[in-house]
Structure formats: structure tokens, C-alpha cells
């Protein structure tokens, strides 16, 4: 008695070979979907975390050069070292940092420091775009108005 194969399990053979590469293609077609889902993730958790560290270092600038300035020292002198240690905390090539000061009544004075944040491709310098999506610059700002305490001056 000799065994033949039954029709279905040809079929299924058949059917077995031509979907072989569906995966492959699947794959294909999915990956640059995921890694710019995986871009933008990475992007704004670090930009997340880049603005809470600007609000400490920005804050704390201020606070140390800008609350007791030394004798003559203006506005723009104590804006110039708020800068400068901004710039130093934040110095990376995907960054860039202002600090802007305006005199308010009473003789306040208020410090406005501003990020700007160039999305990135994994660290891996700057990508305007990725797969055609494009990645615009982020901005975050934060703001201290602050009394320039004068030794020795009376209203």
C-alpha cells in the first residue's frame, strides 16, 4: 500500500511558501515608523529633562548675581555673569541659552532666561528632519524678578 499526500497538505504548502517573506515586508514597512516614534520619545524626554535642570541652574544664577551686586555693578554687569554661568551648565552642541533683563517698578529687577532646544538623532548631531518629519527647535523660559539689594544705599 503506498501513502499519498492528502491535497489540503500541498495546499498548505503552497500557501506556507508564498507567505514567506510577509514578515520581512512587514518589518520593512514598520521600522522607520519606529524609529522616529522612538526619536520624538527620546527628544522630549531629554528636552523634559533639560528644562527641570535650566529652572534650578537659571534660578539659581540669579539668585548668587543678581540679589547683591557688588558696589557699581548694574543690571547689565550682574545679566553678563547670569549668562556666562548658564552657558557654562548648558554648553552642549544642541543647545543655546539667553538671558534678557529689564528694570520693573520699585527698583526690581526682572531676569528672563531662555533654552533652546534642537532635537537630535540619538546624540548624534543635528537633524532638522527625520524620514521627512520635521523637528523644530523647543523654547522654554523662565522668569525671576528679583530687589538688587545695594550695600550702603538708601532709597
Not at 41 to 47: I, K, T
Not at 73 to 89: D, F, H, I, P, Y
Amino acid at each position: 500500500m503506498t501513502w499519498k499526500r492528502a491535497p489540503c497538505a500541498r495546499a498548505a504548502r503552497r500557501r506556507g511558501a508564498a507567505e514567506r517573506g510577509q514578515m520581512t515586508v512587514e518589518l520593512a514597512v514598520v521600522f522607520p515608523v519606529l524609529v522616529a516614534v522612538a526619536v520624538i520619545a527620546v527628544n522630549a524626554l531629554l528636552f523634559f529633562s533639560e528644562c527641570a535642570a535650566f529652572d534650578r541652574v537659571a534660578r539659581e544664577a540669579v539668585r548668587v548675581h543678581a540679589t547683591s551686586p557688588a558696589y557699581g555693578q548694574g543690571l547689565e554687569q550682574s545679566r553678563a555673569q547670569v549668562a556666562q554661568t548658564v552657558e557654562q551648565a548648558f554648553d552642549r552642541p544642541f543647545e543655546a541659552t539667553r538671558v534678557a533683563v529689564e528694570g520693573t517698578g520699585g527698583g526690581h529687577a526682572r531676569f528672563t532666561a531662555t533654552i533652546e532646544f534642537s532635537p537630535t538623532l540619538f546624540g548624534m548631531g543635528l537633524k532638522p528632519s527625520v524620514f521627512g518629519v520635521a523637528l523644530p527647535p523647543l523654547q522654554h523660559e523662565v522668569s525671576l524678578a528679583v530687589d538688587p539689594y545695594k550695600p550702603g544705599v538708601l532709597l
